[in-house]
């Protein structure tokens, strides 16, 4: 068995950006014009009026402040409420696969060797554009990569995934470096149209390359990884390709992603912290001694309260990183920007936590340690 390291990591940040202002603003013009156009089925009783938004209601109920998106002027026109994104045709490099090479090669750079050494490609992301063929694999050849690729759907907790699927083929000796890669256009599936969700996600990639320890110079021992699943309904998206086969399906709310936001809060924070605890235990490190927690960003009161329960204090803010105040809720990529932009101070023996959680329910813990 050959130990792993995570060797390097990237990201890709898109060129536009949305406040919480601007996405208030197009979404209260929305709500006006919504309910202007059925003012009669509102009196009536049939159709419940709309509420507006509130910058002060986005950042209490979120910590989020504004988002990075592909496209800007279809989410803050209140006729459009979604993002303009063109299709591509076959020939052309998908726009997920565009974001995730950026990505990669952002990793690459920092690792310092050539993309031929890498032996496989797995694209961890919430979202896949299409079912086939996979991203991974159209990523893997504009990178000029030999071996396989596949895609992982994992929700919010793909890259978690993806790092302990990476781990393992190094552990087996079936691979040497593994690249993992999150695109995340999130605003995709978003909800624009919803108070209670509106101002959830942004778009983003990142990237990972793991390597067998024996071939690195530097990086992080990856003390070890565990994953958790446990179904739920409180977090679901039913769009998909069955969908066509249903009459009268087309444009339902459920087709977008949908959250019963409370029910997630209180089942998940009590998941997610023991099953940190637990593993920290059975790896023999004392969480109060983390330097530091990459925790998935969905929420920030979320990720406080499962700081407090893992460090058994209040967190320190350099010590449990937030980041979703700029980029908001990045599903998988949330905990690979934190650690990305929020490690290089480590010294070496110090160790930290990377943990994702979302749909599924699903949850990943990868400790690492400071080379």
Known sequence: MHAAVIAATGLFTPAERVTN????????????????RHAGEIAAGSVQALTPSSVEFIEK?????????????????????????????????????EIGVAAAKDAIARWGKDASQIDAVICAASNMQRAYPAMAVEIQQALGIEGFGF??????????????????????????????????????????????SHFIFGDVATAVIVERADDATGGWDI?????KTVFSNNIRNNFGFLNRTAPGSEGAVD???????????????????????????DLGIDPAALKR?????ANINMNDLIGRRVLGRDPAPQENVII?????????????IAFHRASADFASGETGLICSFGAGYSAGTVFVRRR
Not at 62 to 82: A, F, L, Q, T, W
Not at 255 to 281: D, Y
Not at 293 to 297: I, T, V
């Open 21 to 36: 202002a601007e996405l208030v603003e197009a979404f209260n013009a929305y709500v006006e014009l919504f309910n202007a």
């Open 61 to 97: 109920a979120s910590g989020i402040k504004s988002r990075y998106v592909m496209n800007r002027s279809g989410v803050v026109d209140p006729e459009v409420m979604h993002p303009l994104i063109p299709e591509r045709s076959n020939d052309e490099l998908s726009i997920m696969a």
């Open 151 to 196: 895609d992982m759907n994992v929700a919010c907790s793909s890259a978690t995934f993806g790092i302990k699927t990476a781990a393992d083929y190094i552990a087996t000796g079936s691979a040497r470096a593994v690249l993992v890669v999150n695109p995340e256009i999130t605003s995709g599936h978003l909800n624009f149209c919803d108070r209670d």
């Open 223 to 227: 003390l070890g990884t565990r994953l």
């Open 255 to 281: 087709k977008l992603f949908v959250q019963e936001g409370r029910k997630v809060f209180r089942e998940v924070v009590p998941m997610v912290s023991e099953m940190i605890v637990a593993h920290a235990a």
């Open 293 to 297: 927690l990459w925790l998935h960003q």
């Open 324 to 336: 979703l105040d700029e980029f908001a809720n990045t599903s998988s990529a949330g905990s690979i």
